[in-house]
C-alpha cells in the first residue's frame, strides 16, 4: 500500500518468534493462513519455506473443512520474518519498549518508549500479545513477562486505561520443552507428512520471487524446496502414574490454588483441567513436535501446566518414551492484559480513541494466524484512514477473517478465542482452495496484491467459471458430467482439455460441482440475512426511549449504534425479542414516512 | 423516529351482554384520564370503587377500576381497567366518553402489538394472543392459553437441546480430529437423531389440531338426495339457513356454516345428494360434493329410515371409518322402512330433523368423535399454526436428510451441514440459535484440544 511506517518492537531479534508450539495452520486456522495470502499476508509463503512437517486435516470429512497444518523451523521461520521486514520499502524496524501512548484531543497522535525518544503517528497500532502486564506461573513461581526469557510491559496498560479503554485479564499456557535425544522413540507412533504436501501460498498465483529462505549468512536463497525432507512427530499418551501425579500435586498448580485470575481456553485445557473435568478418560494423547532442523528440542503438545517444576519432571517422566526425558525449558502459564474487543469498530478503530487501531492477543485471540489476520486488517485499515479511505471490512459470509472479526466486536470473548470451523455459518463456502477468489474484491479494491498476481487470479477465476459451465452443460455417455460427478459414478476420464488445467481450476471447479446443491443453499441463506443486514437503522433512533426494550439490549444498542438490523442482531447481550420491537419499529416508522404528507 | 404514544381504549370483554364487561384503555395519557374521571389519583393495582361520570358531568355507572403503572401492566404502558354492569349501552357510553377524551379507539389486537412492542412477551406468545382473540372455541381457548404460558416455548427448547447436542458431536469430530473422541459412535447418533425426528413429528402434528381448533373441524353433511341433510344442517345452525324441499336434488352446490357442538367448533357442510345415476346438473354439484368430501374432518352420513339402505360411492366409501363417521338414521318420526343396521362399524344416531328428536344424542357423538382427533404432546394439549408447521416440516426433512447421510457415510462436513439448516428452522419459532452454544456444549461434553 506504500505508506510510510515504523514497527517498534521491545526485541528485533524476537520478531515472529513462537511463543507455544511452531505449528503453523489446523482446523480453520490453515483455511485463515490462506486467507492471508489471498489478501498479500507473509505468513503462507513464511511456513511454506520454513516448514519441517505438512499435514492436511480432515481429510476424511469433506473438502470445506479439509485444513492444511505445518510444522516450522522455529529460527528458520522467525529470520526469513525479519529480513522480509528489512527488506519491505517504507517500512522502519526500531527496537524499544513502548511505554505509553501519547493522545490529543481525544485521538492517539503516537507514543512514548523506555528510551524517552518519542515517536508522532496519524494512525498507531497496538500488537502486545501476552506481554501487556505479562506474568508467568510455574507453580507458586512468578516472574514477569510475556513468554520465558522475555519482558513485560507494564506501564502501557495504564495509558490505555487513562484513554478509557476497560482490560481485563486472560491466562493461557505452554507445555514443557525437551531434548530430543533425551527421547526413547522405540514404541511411540510416527506421525509422518503427507507425502504430497498441501502448501498454503497460492504458488499458481504469486510472483516466483517469494520464494526464499534466509542462511545464517543473511544470504536469501531456496533453502530446502517447500515440503521437502519432511521431519515425523511422534505421537505418546498419559498413564495412570501420570494422572496420579496431576491428582496428588493439584494444589501445587497455579491454576488450582487461586494464584491465577485470568480465565483460561476451554479448548487448550492444561493436564490438570483435563484429568479434573474429563475423569472418565482414561488417557490423553501427546505429540512431540520436533522444534527445528538446526535444533534437538522437542515440544510436548498436549501437556501445558502450571504445576511446579518438580512435579513437572515426574510427569513427563511418567509418559511412555520420556522416562529419561531431559527438560529444557519448563512448562508455564502465563497472565496478560486483554480490551475486550467489543469496544472495537469492525475496522479493528477502537471506538474510545480516534486512530488507534488493535489487533492480536489484546482483542482477547489465541493463535498466530487469528493474530496475523487481525494485524494485516489493522494494518491496512489503519493506512485507509489515513487516506480517508472507507475501512475494508470482511463479511461472515466472505470467510474466516469475517467471521472472527465480527465474533469480537458484536459478541466479545470471555476466553482467549480460537477459530472453528464450526463457528462458521457458511463454512462449505470457506473450502481453503477459494480464498484468493472468495477475497478478490477487497485485495482489488485496498491495492493489496501486485497487478501481476490480480491478473491471475482473475485468470484463474475465468477458467473455473468456463469449466464449470462446461461440465454442467456438456453430455458424455451416461449423461451430463456434472450429474455424473454429483452422483459419484466413476469418471473414466474428464474432458481433456480440462485435465490440462492447473491443479487449482481443476480441484475448484470439481469442488463446485460437486457441492453445487449445498453452495445455492448457502448463497440463499446470505440472501435471506443480506435483507436483514439491508434493513437500515435511522441514525435518529434513541434506544434508551424505546418503551419496554429490556435496559440491556438498549444500552447495548446504544453504546454500538448499529447500522442495520443484522449487525444489531449479533451483538452480544441483545436478545431476539428487543430486534424484534426495533424490527416492528423500524416497519412502522418508514410506513409511516412513505404515507403522503397530510394536506395543510 | 416516535414510539407508540397515544391512549387507545377498547371493549376487553366479549361483545354482547354478560353480567359484567370490561373497557381497557392504554397509553401515556391514561394517569391523567383516570384523575379526571375519578377525582384523584390512582394508587397502582389497587381495585377501587366509583362513580363514572362522563365529560359533561352525567353519571354513566358506578364502575369498578384498576390502574396499572408502566411498565407491570399487560401492555407494558400505564392502563386503565374499568368494569361497569354489562349493559351494551353502559358500554357504548363509556367508550364514547374516552373517545372524546382523547383516547383512539383501539384496532383488533391493539393491546398485545402494543404488549409485544414493549416486550411483555416473546413472538409465540404473541401468537397464541392473536389465537385467543380469534379463538372460536373451548379447546381453541385453552390451546392458545397453554401456548401464552409457553408451552410450545418448552417443547422447542428441548428439540433445540437434543439437536445441538447432537450437532457438537459431529462438529467435535470435525474441529478437533487429532483427539480420539469418546463419542465417535455414529450409531449413537443415528440414535439420538431418530429420537428427535420422532419428537418434531409429533409436534408438527399437532398442526392439523391446531388447524381445527382454530379453523372448526371440517364436517361434511352426506348422502342421498332428499335425505334430510339440508334440514339437519338448519336443525344443527338453528335457523333457516339452506333451502329445504320435497323434491331430490334441492342443494345444487355445497355451502358452509359455523356452529358450536360442545367446546369445538365445527365448519358444517352440507353438499348435493350423491345420486348413483344423475344428471349432468346433479353430477357437477356431486363432483363438488366429493371434492369437499376428501379434506373433510368429519362425515355426518344421512340416510332416510323410510327408504331402503343406500349404497356409497366408493370413492367416499374409502375415506369413510369409524373414527371420522357418524350414521344419521333420519325422519324417524316416519315408520322406518330399512333396517338400521350397516355393512359398516360407524355409531349411528336416530334422529328427526323434523321434529328435532335425538338432536342431542348426535351432538354428544360429535362431541366424541372430535374428541378423539386431539393430538397432544404427551399429557400436554399443543397446538402449532401454520408458520410453526412449516418451521418444523423444514426441520424435519433436514434431519432426515442428515440421518440418511449419515448412515451412507457421506463425509460429515454435509451432516453438519443439513443439522445446521434444522436448527436454523427450529430457530424461526423460537429465535435465532448462536453458534456459541454449540461451542459451549461441545467444550462442556468433550476433552478436546491440545
Ligand atoms: N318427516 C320428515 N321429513 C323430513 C325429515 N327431514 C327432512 N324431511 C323432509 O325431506 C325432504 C328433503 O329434505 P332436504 O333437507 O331438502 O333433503 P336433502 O337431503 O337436503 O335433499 P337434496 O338437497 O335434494 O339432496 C323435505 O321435504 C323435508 O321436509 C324428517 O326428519 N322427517
Ligand atoms: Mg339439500
Known amino acids: 500500500m506504500g505508506a510510510s511506517t515504523l514497527l517498534l518492537t521491545g526485541n528485533i531479534d524476537t520478531i515472529a518468534q513462537m511463543s507455544c508450539n511452531p505449528a503453523i495452520g489446523g482446523q480453520a486456522k490453515g483455511q485463515i493462513v490462506r486467507e492471508i495470502d489471498a489478501l498479500g499476508g507473509e505468513m503462507a509463503i513464511n511456513t511454506d519455506v520454513t516448514g519441517?512437517?505438512?499435514?492436511?486435516?480432515?481429510?476424511?470429512?469433506?473438502?470445506?473443512?479439509?485444513?492444511?497444518?505445518?510444522?516450522c523451523d522455529k529460527k528458520a521461520y522467525q529470520f526469513r520474518l525479519k529480513h522480509t521486514l528489512e527488506l519491505q520499502p517504507n517500512l522502519q524496524v526500531f527496537q524499544a519498549t513502548v511505554t505509553g501512548l501519547i493522545f490529543a484531543a481525544g485521538k492517539v497522535v503516537g507514543c512514548q518508549t523506555s528510551l524517552d525518544i518519542e515517536f508522532l503517528g496519524q494512525t498507531v497500532i497496538i500488537t502486545t500479545g501476552t506481554f501487556l502486564r505479562g506474568l508467568m506461573h510455574v507453580g507458586q513461581n512468578k516472574n514477569e513477562g510475556g513468554r520465558l526469557g522475555d519482558f513485560s510491559a507494564k506501564s502501557l496498560s495504564s495509558s490505555l486505561l487513562e484513554a478509557g479503554i476497560e482490560l481485563q485479564r486472560l491466562k493461557t499456557g505452554t507445555p514443557p520443552r525437551i531434548l530430543g535425544r533425551s527421547i526413547n522413540f522405540t514404541g511411540l507412533q510416527e506421525q509422518k507428512g503427507d507425502l504430497a504436501p498441501t502448501l498454503f501460498a497460492f504458488h499458481d498465483t504469486r510472483d516466483p520471487e517469494d520464494l526464499f529462505h534466509v542462511e545464517p549468512t543473511g544470504e536469501r536463497r531456496l533453502g530446502w524446496k517447500p515440503g521437502s525432507e519432511q521431519i515425523s512427530c511422534w505421537m505418546t499418551y498419559t498413564t495412570p502414574e501420570s494422572e496420579r501425579i496431576v491428582r496428588e500435586n493439584l494444589h501445587k498448580s497455579a491454576m488450582y490454588?487461586?494464584?491465577?485470575?485470568?480465565?483460561?481456553?476451554?479448548?487448550?485445557?492444561?493436564?490438570?483441567?483435563?484429568?479434573?473435568?474429563?475423569?472418565d478418560k482414561p488417557r490423553h494423547l501427546l505429540f512431540l513436535e520436533p522444534e527445528g532442523r538446526s535444533t534437538n528440542e522437542y515440544y510436548i503438545n498436549g501437556l501445558s501446566?502450571?504445576?511446579?517444576?518438580?512435579?513437572?519432571?515426574?510427569?513427563?517422566?511418567?509418559?511412555?518414551?520420556?522416562?529419561?526425558?531431559?527438560?529444557?525449558?519448563?512448562?508455564?502459564?502465563?497472565?496478560?492484559?486483554?480490551?475486550?474487543?467489543?469496544?472495537m469498530f469492525p475496522s479493528l478503530e477502537s471506538r474510545k480513541v480516534e486512530n488507534l487501531f488493535l489487533a492480536g492477543q489484546i482483542n482477547g485471540t489465541s493463535g498466530y494466524e487469528e493474530a496475523a489476520a487481525q494485524g494485516l486488517v489493522a494494518g491496512v485499515n489503519a493506512v485507509r484512514k489515513v487516506r480517508g479511505e472507507n475501512p475494508m471490512i470482511i463479511q461472515r459470509h466472505e470467510g474466516y477473517i469475517g467471521v472472527l472479526i465480527d465474533d469480537l466486536v458484536t459478541k466479545g470473548t470471555t476466553e482467549p478465542y480460537r477459530m472453528f470451523t464450526s463457528r462458521a455459518e457458511h463454512r462449505l463456502l470457506f473450502n481453503h482452495g477459494s480464498a484468493e477468489l472468495r477475497l478478490y474484491q477487497h485485495s482489488l479494491n485496498?491495492?493489496?496484491?501486485?497487478?501481476?498476481?490480480?491478473?491471475?487470479?482473475?485468470?484463474?477465476?475465468?477458467?473455473?467459471?468456463?469449466?464449470?459451465?462446461?461440465?454442467?452443460?456438456?453430455?458424455?455417455?451416461?449423461?451430463?458430467?456434472?450429474e455424473k460427478i454429483r452422483r459419484s459414478e466413476p469418471l473414466n476420464e474428464l474432458p481433456a482439455g480440462f485435465l490440462a488445467q492447473p491443479k487449482e481450476v481443476r480441484e475448484e471447479t470439481l469442488y463446485r460441482v460437486r457441492y453445487r446443491g449445498y453452495l445455492e443453499r448457502e448463497q440463499r441463506q446470505i440472501e435471506k440475512l443480506k435483507d436483514v443486514e439491508k434493513i437500515k437503522i435511522p441514525s435518529s433512533i434513541d434506544y434508551l426511549a424505546i418503551p419496554g426494550m429490556r435496559r440491556e439490549s438498549a444500552l447495548k444498542l446504544h453504546q454500538f449504534r448499529p447500522e442495520n438490523l443484522g449487525q444489531a442482531a449479533r451483538i452480544s447481550g441483545v436478545n431476539p425479542a428487543d430486534i424484534s420491537i426495533l424490527m416492528v419499529l423500524i416497519a412502522a416508522a418508514n410506513r409511516s414516512q412513505s404515507r403522503p404528507p397530510a394536506a395543510g | 423516529m416516535s414510539f407508540p404514544s397515544d391512549t387507545i381504549a377498547a371493549l376487553a370483554t366479549p361483545v354482547g351482554t354478560s353480567a359484567i364487561a370490561m373497557v381497557r384503555a392504554s397509553?401515556?395519557?391514561v394517569a391523567t384520564l383516570a384523575t379526571e374521571i375519578f377525582g384523584a389519583t390512582p394508587l397502582p393495582r389497587t381495585v377501587r370503587h366509583a362513580d363514572y361520570r362522563d365529560a359533561r358531568g352525567q353519571l354513566v355507572d358506578d364502575v369498578l377500576f384498576t390502574y396499572f403503572a408502566a411498565p407491570n401492566s399487560f401492555?407494558?404502558?400505564?392502563?386503565?381497567e374499568i368494569s361497569c354492569h354489562g349493559n351494551p349501552f353502559i358500554v357504548q357510553k363509556i367508550l364514547?366518553?374516552?373517545?372524546?377524551?382523547?383516547?383512539?379507539?383501539?384496532?383488533?389486537?391493539?393491546?398485545?402489538?402494543?404488549?409485544?412492542?414493549?416486550?411483555?412477551?416473546?413472538?409465540?406468545?404473541?401468537?397464541?394472543?392473536?389465537?385467543?382473540?380469534?379463538?372460536?372455541?373451548?379447546?381453541?381457548?385453552?390451546a392458545a392459553n397453554l401456548q401464552l404460558r409457553g408451552s410450545l416455548g418448552r417443547h422447542m427448547n428441548s428439540l433445540i437441546s437434543q439437536l445441538i447436542n447432537i450437532l457438537a458431536e459431529v462438529e467435535a469430530y470435525i474441529d478437533f480430529p487429532d483427539e480420539d473422541l469418546p463419542t465417535a459412535d455414529r450409531k449413537a447418533v443415528l440414535r439420538d437423531l431418530d429420537v428427535l425426528t420422532t419428537a418434531t413429528s409429533r409436534l408438527l402434528a399437532t398442526c392439523h389440531y391446531g388447524q381445527l381448533l382454530r379453523e372448526g373441524i371440517k364436517t361434511v353433511i352426506l348422502g342421498e338426495p332428499n335425505a334430510g341433510k339440508s334440514s339437519l344442517l338448519n336443525r344443527l345452525v338453528g335457523h333457516e339457513r339452506a333451502l329445504v324441499d320435497p323434491e331430490p336434488g334441492t342443494t345444487r352446490d355445497y355451502l358452509e356454516e359455523l356452529i358450536l357442538a360442545g367446546p369445538h367448533a365445527l365448519r358444517l357442510i352440507d353438499t348435493a345428494g350423491l345420486n348413483l345415476s344423475p344428471s349432468p346438473l346433479e353430477k357437477r354439484g356431486i363432483e363438488k360434493s366429493l371434492e369437499q368430501a376428501a379434506e373433510a374432518d368429519l362425515f355426518l352420513w344421512v340416510i332416510d329410515t323410510t327408504r331402503p339402505l343406500p349404497v356409497l360411492p366408493p370413492v367416499v366409501a374409502a375415506r369413510l371409518s369409524a373414527a371420522n363417521t357418524i350414521a344419521v338414521f333420519n325422519k324417524c318420526d316416519l315408520p322406518a322402512v330399512s333396517p338400521d343396521l350397516l355393512p359398516y362399524n360407524f355409531s349411528s344416531v336416530k334422529i328427526s330433523a323434523l321434529t328435532g328428536r335425538g338432536l342431542e344424542a348426535l351432538q354428544a357423538e360429535i362431541s366424541r368423535l372430535a374428541d378423539g382427533f386431539k393430538v397432544g404432546v404427551g399429557d400436554e394439549l399443543i397446538a402449532i399454526n401454520v408458520r410453526h408447521a412449516h418451521a418444523l416440516e423444514q426441520a424435519k426433512q433436514s434431519l432426515e436428510a442428515a440421518h440418511q447421510k449419515l448412515s451412507l457415510g457421506i463425509t460429515s462436513e454435509l451432516v453438519a451441514s443439513d443439522l445446521r439448516v434444522s436448527l436454523d428452522a427450529l430457530g424461526q419459532?423460537?429465535?435465532?440459535?448462536?453458534?456459541?452454544?454449540?461451542?459451549?456444549?461441545?467444550f462442556s461434553s468433550f476433552c478436546i484440544g491440545k
Open chain 2, 96 to 142: 364514547e366518553d374516552l373517545l372524546a377524551r382523547g383516547c383512539r379507539a383501539a384496532e383488533a389486537g391493539e393491546f398485545s402489538k402494543r404488549a409485544f412492542l414493549n416486550g411483555r412477551m416473546d413472538l409465540s406468545q404473541a401468537e397464541a394472543v392473536m389465537d385467543l382473540i380469534h379463538a372460536r372455541s373451548e379447546r381453541a381457548l385453552a
Open chain 1, 305 to 343: 501446566t502450571s504445576l511446579p517444576f518438580d512435579v513437572q519432571v515426574d510427569l513427563v517422566h511418567s509418559i511412555p518414551g520420556l522416562e529419561q526425558a531431559a527438560l529444557l525449558r519448563p512448562a508455564y502459564a502465563v497472565e496478560y492484559d486483554f480490551a475486550p474487543p467489543t469496544q
Open chain 1, 52 to 71: 519441517i512437517q505438512f499435514r492436511l486435516l480432515n481429510e476424511s470429512k469433506g473438502p470445506a473443512v479439509q485444513s492444511p497444518r505445518a510444522q
Open chain 2, 75 to 80: 401492555t407494558g404502558e400505564d392502563t386503565l
Open chain 2, 429 to 442: 419459532i423460537s429465535g435465532k440459535i448462536d453458534n456459541e452454544k454449540i461451542l459451549d456444549r461441545l
Open chain 1, 446 to 482: 485496498c491495492n493489496l496484491l501486485s497487478l501481476s498476481r490480480l491478473g491471475r487470479i482473475r485468470q484463474k477465476a475465468l477458467a473455473i467459471e468456463y469449466w464449470e459451465n462446461y461440465i454442467e452443460t456438456m453430455k458424455t455417455a451416461g449423461g451430463i458430467w456434472a
Open chain 2, 27 to 29: 397509553g401515556a395519557q
Open chain 1, 257 to 279: 490454588s487461586g494464584e491465577i485470575v485470568g480465565v483460561g481456553p476451554r479448548y487448550c485445557p492444561s493436564i490438570e483441567d483435563k484429568f479434573v473435568r474429563f475423569a
